[in-house]
């Protein structure tokens, strides 16, 4: 089984993996588990900020 968690910062993505977490038999060698940062691109202006 392999499962795809969008990590956010959201009330959503947090209640995801306070489920999971009850999980036990998730967490075997099975299973793969893949964690995507998702953020908002930044403005123009403040891209250029950062580099």
Do not use: C
Request: no cysteine.
């Amino acid at each position: 089984m392999k499962i795809l968690l969008a990590v956010d910062g959201s009330a959503y993505t947090k209640k995801m993996l306070a489920y999971l977490a009850t999980l036990e038999d998730l967490f075997s060698p099975s299973h793969r588990f893949t964690l995507l940062a998702v953020q908002a691109q930044l403005p123009t202006h403040a891209r250029k900020v950062v580099g």
